[in-house]
C-alpha cells in the first residue's frame, strides 16, 4: 500500500533507513547533496560490499547557479540546447568549489568531522558513486531500494520524473490516478513540447493534477492559463464568467461577436486583462499558504515567540522581521541609486495591482 510521507505525521528518514537495513543497494536522485546530512544513512550503506551491484548510485541534479536559473525561468523558448564539453568542465569545476564551500559552513563539530570522514571512505571503497545531472535542472527526490527478494526486489519511496525527460518515458507510464508537478511555472509555455507530453498523459488517464509553486504568475495571466490548460479544457464549462470584460464590452452578447468561444470557459478568461476576473478565476483552483497564514493558524507561541512543534517535540521558531528606517544623504539624480527614487519608479510601483 502506498504511504506518503509528509514529514509531520508520516517521517521520511525512518522510513527510508529501515527499507536500506534490508537492501544491499539503492538509487537515489537528489536536487542537492548537503555533505554532512548523509551522515543520516550513511551507516546502512557502510555494511554493503561496494562495487558494481552493492553500492548506491547517487544522482544530484540542481547544478545551475542562481543567475542562469532565473535566465531560464524568465525564458518563454523550450531549454534544448546541447551541452558541450567545455562548459561541462566548467559545470563540473563549480560544482566541485560549492562542495568545498559547504565545509566552511557553521562551527565544525566531532560528529560533522566522523561524517565526512566515512563519506570519504565510502566514496573511496564505491560503496557511494555520486554524479551529476548536467544538461537540465533535476528536480527531484527519489528513493531506490534494492534487495534479494524474489517478490518484493526494489522498494521505491518516491516515484518523481524530470520535465526534462517527460517527452521520452511519461508517455510509457502506467495510469497513475494523481499526477503532482512541481515548479509548475515552468510549464507556462504551452508551445512546448513538454507541457504537450503532460497535458496528453493528464487526459488520456483521467489523472487528478496538483501544482505546486511560490511563484504561479510572471508576466502576464497567461501564465496561469497555462497551468491550468494543462488539466482544463479551453471550452469547458467552468460555471463562471468573466464578469469584469463582460461589463466592459457591453454584454455577453458582445462578448460572443467578438470573441468566439464559450462565455463560461478558460479561453474566456484568458481574454480579460482584469485582474479581479482572475482573482475570482484561481479562487476555485488555488490554495495559498503565506507565512502570516501559518502562523495565525498552527504556530504556537511562548516567552521566546511563534513557533511550530513537530511531532517529535521539536520547535522552529519563525524569525522576527523587526524594520528599521536607513537615513541617508540626498542622492543626485544622475546616480545609480538616485534613479530608483525617480518619480516615474516610484508610481509604477504605486501602480502595481498584483504581487508577482
Not at 546502512?44 to 553500492?55: H, N, T, Y
Not at 507530453?197 to 496538483?210: E, K, L
Not at 497567461?222 to 454584454?251: V, Y
Request: proline share 5%.
Amino acid at each position: 500500500m502506498p504511504k506518503i510521507f509528509d514529514n509531520i505525521e508520516q517521517a521520511l528518514l525512518p522510513a527510508l533507513r529501515e527499507t536500506l537495513t534490508v537492501g544491499h543497494r539503492a538509487d537515489f536522485c537528489v536536487g542537492y547533496f548537503n555533505l554532512r546530512g548523509w551522515r543520516h544513512v550513511a551507516d546502512c550503506v557502510d555494511s554493503w560490499a561496494g562495487g558494481e551491484g552493492d553500492c548506491c548510485r547517487l544522482l544530484v541534479g540542481m547544478q545551475i547557479a542562481p543567475g542562469e536559473e532565473l535566465r531560464r525561468a524568465l525564458s518563454h523558448t523550450e531549454q534544448d540546447e546541447a551541452l558541450d564539453n567545455q562548459t561541462a568542465l566548467r559545470q563540473k569545476r563549480r560544482i566541485a568549489e560549492d562542495f568545498r564551500r559547504q565545509l566552511t559552513f557553521g562551527v565544525p563539530t566531532n560528529i560533522d568531522e566522523f561524517a565526512l570522514q566515512q563519506l570519504s571512505a565510502q566514496l573511496k571503497g564505491k560503496k557511494l558513486v555520486v554524479k551529476v545531472y548536467l544538461p537540465h535542472p533535476l528536480h527531484a527526490k527519489l528513493y531506490l531500494a534494492h534487495r534479494r527478494d524474489a517478490n518484493n526486489p526494489m522498494t521505491g519511496v518516491a516515484r518523481v520524473l524530470s520535465l526534462s525527460k517527460v517527452q521520452t518515458e511519461l508517455p510509457e507510464f502506467r495510469r497513475h490516478r494523481v499526477v503532482l508537478i512541481d515548479e509548475s511555472h515552468n510549464l507556462r509555455n504551452r508551445e512546448g513540447k513538454r507541457w504537450a507530453a503532460i497535458r496528453d498523459y493528464i487526459t488520456r488517464n483521467d489523472s487528478r493534477c496538483i501544482l505546486l509553486s511560490a511563484t504561479p504568475y510572471n508576466k502576464s495571466y497567461q501564465d496561469l492559463a497555462a497551468q491550468l490548460g494543462l488539466f482544463i479544457k479551453e471550452d469547458a464549462d467552468l460555471g463562471m464568467r468573466p464578469e469584469r470584460l463582460i461589463e466592459q464590452l457591453g454584454g455577453e452578447q458582445n462578448f460572443a461577436l467578438r470573441h468566439q468561444c464559450p462565455v463560461r470557459s478558460l479561453a474566456a478568461f484568458e481574454k480579460s486583462p482584469d485582474p479581479d476576473d482572475w482573482r475570482d478565476l484561481m479562487r476555485l483552483y488555488l490554495v495559498r499558504r503565506t507565512r502570516s497564514f501559518i502562523m495565525q493558524n498552527y504556530a504556537k507561541t511562548d516567552a521566546r515567540g511563534r513557533y511550530l512543534e513537530f511531532p517529535d517535540g521539536s520547535k522552529s521558531y519563525f524569525p522576527k522581521r523587526v524594520p528599521k528606517s536607513a537615513t541617508f544623504a540626498s542622492i543626485d539624480a544622475d546616480d545609480p541609486y538616485g534613479r530608483l527614487y525617480a518619480s516615474p519608479v516610484v508610481n509604477a510601483i504605486n501602480g502595481l495591482v498584483l504581487p508577482r
